[in-house]
């Protein structure tokens, strides 16, 4: 009986070609592929060889920055929260207004995200 063998022997691309790339040229090469919406690898087969781009090699266009930032606003937001929950089963009544800042902070996030998603237009400020 013949053993199945894994995705990676599956492949039929198993030869490699290393090139050296300036900086402005990786670069370059990044945005590219970026702009398509897949990997550089995959971007570069298809200009080489006019190799169709895979499924799989397809990613999400993803602001990285926007979403690092994004996830410090919601763990800060997070944090806020615990401390206004906290203050509320203590007894404490917290402020109408420290509650409303945090709903602005976490509309700003969710905004953020969406953004980065691209679900609505990103402000030019």
Same mark, same amino acid.
Request: proline share 4%; glycine share 4%.
């Given at each position: 009986?013949e +053993? ?7 492949r039929?691309?198993q030869k490699?070609l290393?090139?050296? %790339?300036?900086d402005a040229?990786?670069v370059q090469l990044?945005r590219d592929?970026?702009?398509v919406?897949t990997?550089a690898a ?5 200009? %080489?060889v006019?190799?169709? =781009?895979p499924?799989q ?5 993803v602001e990285?920055?926007?979403?690092? +930032?994004t996830?410090?606003e919601l763990?800060?937001?997070?944090? @806020? =929260?615990n401390q206004l #929950?906290r ?5 404490? =009544? ?10 602005e902070i %976490? @509309?700003d996030?969710?905004?953020?995200v969406?953004? #980065?998603?691209?679900?609505?237009p990103? @402000?030019d400020?």
């Amino acid at each position: 009986m013949e +053993k199945s063998r894994s995705g990676s022997n599956k492949r039929k691309r198993q030869k490699q070609l290393l090139i050296r %790339l300036t900086d402005a040229e990786r670069v370059q090469l990044d945005r590219d592929a970026d702009r398509v919406g897949t990997t550089a690898a995959s971007y570069a087969r298809q200009v %080489l060889v006019d190799a169709p =781009i895979p499924k799989q090699s397809k990613r999400p266009g993803v602001e990285t920055e926007l979403l690092r +930032k994004t996830l410090a606003e919601l763990n800060k937001i997070g944090s @806020n =929260i615990n401390q206004l #929950a906290r203050s509320h089963n203590q007894g404490l =009544i917290p402020y109408q207004h420290t509650v409303e800042a945090e709903l602005e902070i %976490l @509309n700003d996030a969710i905004a953020q995200v969406l953004v #980065a998603l691209g679900k609505i237009p990103a @402000n030019d400020n």
